[in-house]
C-alpha cells in the first residue's frame, strides 16, 4: 500500500510558476513509477508527466518544455515543476505510484490559472 499527498496547487496568473508535491508513504517509495494526471472540468483525466523508478521522464505534448517532473527517493516526494502556465493548464492535478499491475492515487490538488 502506497498513500499519497498532493499539495502546492492554487490560483496563479497566466505566465506563472506553481511546483505541485506528491508525499509518498507506508511502502518503498523508490521502487515505484511515478505520474501526474489531469483532469480538467468536463474533461477525462489525462497523463502529464511520468517518471519512472531509474528517473526516465516522459511527458505529454501540451507540456512538453514547460513542465518538469523530477523525484527525491530521500525524502519519498515527486515534483511537478510548471511554467509559463496557461488557463488551459487549469486543472485537478492528481499523482500515481504505480508498479506491477498496482494503481495508488492520490486526492488531488487544484491548480487554477486565471487572471
Known amino acids: 500500500q502506497v498513500q499519497l499527498v498532493e499539495s502546492g496547487g492554487g490560483l496563479v496568473q497566466p505566465g506563472g510558476s506553481l511546483r505541485l508535491s506528491c508525499a509518498a508513504s507506508g511502502s518503498i517509495f523508490s521502487i515505484y513509477h511515478m505520474a501526474w494526471y489531469r483532469q480538467a472540468p468536463g474533461k477525462q483525466r489525462e497523463l502529464a508527466a511520468e517518471i519512472t523508478n531509474r528517473g526516465i521522464t516522459t511527458y505529454v505534448d501540451s507540456v512538453k518544455g514547460r513542465f518538469t517532473i523530477s523525484r527525491d527517493n530521500a525524502k519519498n516526494t515527486v515534483y511537478l515543476q510548471m511554467n509559463s502556465l496557461k488557463p488551459e493548464d487549469t486543472a485537478v492535478y492528481y499523482c500515481?505510484?504505480?508498479?506491477?499491475?498496482?494503481?495508488?492515487w492520490g486526492q488531488g490538488t487544484q491548480v487554477t490559472v486565471s487572471s
Open positions: 500515481k505510484a504505480f508498479k506491477s499491475g498496482y494503481n495508488y
